[in-house]
């Protein structure tokens, strides 16, 4: 029986994706599912100042902020900066295989280099209070073994985190851009189910081409947890049957309606401090899918995002959903 666990359910980190608008419409849709920012790199906050990237709302609980580096002292740094802006765990990322990551050596590169993640992990984890995770996949370009993922996992591990998020397909550092990282190389679910067999004390929750309930279910039965990327973000809704379904929990059942109109007046409030509408506005356009009118609504949503103004268009957009 595999445990219960807080990460049952999750939204995968993406980029120009789960910004704090994205996240705080999701919520809005599930009580329970764990929430990721946006990768966010050490270099971006150690250096830039970019902090505004670390913002978030407080409705998002349980999120916890994806960072990508791989020095240690940076690490260390924005791990502790992450913690007082009040993120429920900190991610490192060694799974994303663009050109851009490579350079800054880390992300999936990482992966041939276990030990310096074990340290990095495990200085960030004796620096904060929160749980420390990693997301990684299963191997780089030709180490395509189990042996390869068992004995990245068992260094890792010595780290003392026990959270492991694995996309469950190679990344191919040369050749394949990050968008077909994530269809090309090969799913291969039973190296993940197999992990959970071989390190049952450790935390696996399984990421992938997953897009329906019933996938997550079976994988369920096999590992702690799983994490939904673009499915969720083009179907947000689906949220509602998951809280029913995994979390037999309901009372956060708004209508589509209904979260539409708690979502705009969020807008209206983040238009007045700065905010950018069209960022805002591009999160809905999934709320509608299977309804009569979806693709009306898509584009009144484009036509708002055109005028850059909301006036006189939130009734039209209710009106188009059918619940």
């Known amino acids: 029986m595999v445990k219960e666990s807080a990460h049952k359910f999750c939204i995968a980190p993406m980029m120009q994706y789960t910004d704090l608008h994205d996240r705080y419409l999701l919520r809005l849709i599930s009580k329970n599912v764990f929430l990721y920012t946006e990768m966010i790199s050490t270099g971006s906050l150690v250096y830039g100042k970019c902090f505004n990237q670390l913002e978030f709302n407080d409705e998002e609980h349980p999120v916890g902020v994806q960072l990508g580096g791989s020095d240690i002292n940076d690490l260390v740094e924005c791990s502790k900066k992450c913690e007082q802006y009040g993120y429920d765990e900190i991610n490192l990322n060694v799974g994303c295989p663009s050109d851009r990551v490579q350079k800054g050596k880390f992300g999936a590169c990482l ?48 780290s003392g985190i026990n ?57 369920l039965k096999k ?13 947000p809704y689906m949220l509602r049957k998951i809280e ?31 905010h950018d509408l069209g960022r805002m506005m591009k999160h809905l356009f999934g709320l509608s899918r299977g309804d009569k009118f979806a693709k009306t609504f898509r584009i009144k949503i484009l036509e708002i995002i055109k005028e850059n103004s909301l006036k006189g268009h939130k009734k039209e957009l209710e009106d188009l959903l059918i619940y």
């Not at 370009?141 to 189990?146: G, K, L, R, T």
């Not at 090969?186 to 929750?205: S, T």
């Not at 994490?227 to 973000?233: C, H, K, V, W």
């Open 163 to 219: 959270i492991f998020i694995i996309h469950a397909r190679n990344g191919i550092l040369k050749g394949l851009s990050p968008r077909q990282n994530r269809n090309i190389p090969p799913l291969k679910y039973d190296y993940v189910y197999r992990l959970k067999k071989d390190f049952p004390d450790l935390e696996i929750i399984l990421n992938g081409g997953i897009k329906t309930i019933d996938e997550t279910s079976e994988h």
């Open 223 to 235: 590992v702690d947890g799983v994490m939904i990327g673009r499915s969720a973000y083009e179907n």
């Open 244 to 274: 029913n379904d995994f979390y037999k929990n309901d009372s956060t059942g708004r209508s589509k309606k209904e979260i539409l109109k708690i979502y705009l007046e969020y807008v209206e409030k983040k238009l007045i401090e700065g």
């Open 111 to 158: 992966m041939l280099e276990p030990e310096l993640v074990k340290d990095c992990l495990g200085n960030m984890s004796n620096a904060v209070q929160v749980p420390v995770s990693i997301k990684c996949r299963l191997g780089i370009d030709d180490n395509e073994s189990y042996e390869f993922l068992y004995n990245f996992i068992s260094i890792v591990k010595e």
